[in-house]
């Protein structure tokens, strides 16, 4: 297995990099890693360009990706979250309404959601960038974006204005229906009778 640098698979792995041919390059790549040719031929032949990797599968393997590419998805998982935060109910135009206030809290579970896949695409991100590239700081990231609308997120699927509103926010919800059963049940008694 040769485990010497050879400057002309480095060169011709630089030019491929910066031919456009994404897929070929990434089938260049898996060949060389393939035959064990040393994983630093692949790093000198991407320095100082848009291409980032990470060793998969016990060294045997490498993913690549474009940078723009990488932090450009993560852009767009931010957007998601600024898009779920302008189209959510308000509560007080749902409170009172029982349908309405179990709504809004699917809508506060799907921004969770969206938090929690931006968070764990900010981290897939982060194993990719270098030190000297800008570093996005995905728990930063998502706590400005909610901060403008009050909420606050737990890093996983709650989105609250304070701890313990949502669970509170339901039961009004299920006491609400609750009363309204009741009061329907007893009209319902006096109408029979």
């Not at 456009?20 to 630093?40: K, N, S, W, Y």
Request: hydrophobic fraction near 35%.
């Amino acid at each position: 297995m040769p485990n010497s640098y050879d400057p002309n698979r480095i060169s011709a792995l630089r030019a491929l990099s910066k031919s456009g041919d994404d897929d070929g390059f990434r089938q260049a790549v898996d060949l060389h890693t393939e035959r064990g040719l040393p994983i630093e031929e692949i790093q000198q032949a991407i320095q100082a360009s848009e291409w980032r990797y990470v060793v998969e599968g016990c060294g045997t393997s490498l993913a690549l990706e474009r940078r723009s590419e990488l932090l450009g998805y993560y852009d767009e998982m931010l957007e998601q979250i600024e898009e779920t935060l302008a189209t959510i109910t308000d509560l007080d135009d749902v409170r009172g309404g029982p349908k309405g206030m179990l709504r809004h809290l699917e809508e506060r579970e799907t921004l969770g959601k969206h938090c929690f896949e931006a968070l764990g695409e900010g981290r897939r991100v982060l194993r990719y960038l270098l030190p000297e590239d800008d570093l996005p700081d995905p728990n930063h990231d998502i706590g400005r974006l909610l901060s403008t609308s009050g909420f606050r997120w737990d890093g996983a699927y709650d989105v609250e204005k304070f701890p313990g509103e949502n669970e509170q926010i339901f039961n009004e919800a299920v006491k609400i229906m609750e009363y309204t059963l009741m009061t329907w049940s007893a009209s319902r008694s006096v109408d029979e009778e």
